[in-house]
């Protein structure tokens, strides 16, 4: 054990015994970007399991065939944090996972994964850091109820904001209803949630995350966003996982609950996660502004978003993974479809924010992912086709791909140049075939975790939603 890893050792059996720790929660992320967790009585908290780690059955969860399952979990000693959702003293670990024979980190381990990626970033003499800032678009509901089987298949939503749902609460609020579409930054009365979110972004902080601002988002059925603060790349992703580990907690502590599907009423406005990225060098050094350029980009940062909307159908396989998030991804409307950047059309899949002016804020903002996504391999997929596009010198501007703030205005010919996001997940996989040498690079990714997703989410997901009847079909060919 490193010196680094005996004082954090040290500090955590300090914390055990002055806070009356009773047990050590030691959570990992599933291929979905799932969290699954092992507790441990503190008792057996001890060296060996930061030196052999602690075993796990990697066939049960995904990452493994039966055969060949014994997979280890290793405690990041740096993550842990006082979980206030255990009505026992509890202490949470993020863990990396290795394998159980040799204990190298196991290629399929999603934070591992992004480990590798940063680290090539570095090698590639291209910056040392990037930071993170992701936006967190959710649904606060009273109660859902679903249910699909061969016989029976059906969502049922209610939501105490909306005028439809108002109807199916005995004591519902005094009409202080949200109007369809028009929730955005709405005040109370009508934003009934704005107390839970408060306790929300108090939890975040007493666990270290620091959020901008929350607000009411334009949904009207209870639709919420939480906007975090720049961070670096792992403690951005761990961040975003516990943020939502703390919202869907602490909204089901109130009796309701959370989602953030991409797009679950038809007819509202759908949950996106948007993520701000910009690169760091070695002394923290700016590396996408350029005082000189018109916007403030360097060269760099032109071929960084080149490379982006270069990958862009390939990298939505990672960044939008869902059947789902093709609801949201609509064209002709508000969704951001077209592969350009621009300074604020909200059809865009890239902006430029024009308020982060100053050289340490100078970035961009990738608007199509959503929260579907395992978020160590989208924030990972981005980065690798940020430093493809970097390598090759695919410049976005000379590439006519922007800025742009209204294609309409464009001509057919110019518009025809814009690239456009796949319209179904299983289009994304087809392109995620055809074009995945970028996240291969430096071993970050791997054919067998590139083919192993595409298989799963193929098979898992796209094809039994094809094959299944929906209510809808009902609706229009019952009686045929």
Known sequence: MDKMTADQFKKIQTQISDSHIEMIDLKFVDLHGKFRHVTLPVKSFNESVLEEGVGFDGSSVGFKSVKSGDMCLIPDLTTSFMDPFWDVPTISLFCNIVEADTRIPFIGDPRSIAIRALSYLGESGIGSEVYILPEFEFNIFDSVVYQTDPHESYFQISSRESTRCSRDFDSPMPGFWIPHQSGYHYAPPSDAFKDIRTTIVNHASNLGIDVKYHHHEVGASGQQEIELTLSSMIKACDQSMLLRY???????????????????????????????????????????????????????????????????????????????????????????????????????????????????????????????CNIYFAISAMLMAGLDGVKNGIHARENLWGPFNDINHLSKKQIRNIPTLPESLEEALEYLSKDNGYLKAGGVFTNELINGWRKIKSEKEVIPIKNSPTPLEYSLYFNC
């Open 246 to 372: 703390i919202i869907k907690n602490e909204v089901l502590a109130h009796g309701l609950t959370a989602t953030f599907m991409p797009k679950p009423i038809l007819g509202e406005a759908g949950n996106g996660m948007h993520v701000h990225m910009r690169l760091a060098g070695q002394a923290d050094e700016p590396v996408f502004y350029d005082p000189n350029d018109e916007l403030g980009l360097s060269e760099i940062a032109y071929c960084f978003i080149g490379g982006i909307i270069t990958h862009g159908r390939s990298l939505a396989a990672f960044t939008n993974p869902s059947t789902n998030s093709y609801r949201r991804l609509i064209k002709g409307f508000e969704a951001p479809t077209n592969l350009f950047f621009s300074l604020g059309s909200r059809n865009s899949a890239i902006r430029i924010p024009k308020y982060a002016t100053a050289p340490e804020k100078k970035r961009f903002e990738f608007r199509s992912p959503d929260a579907t």
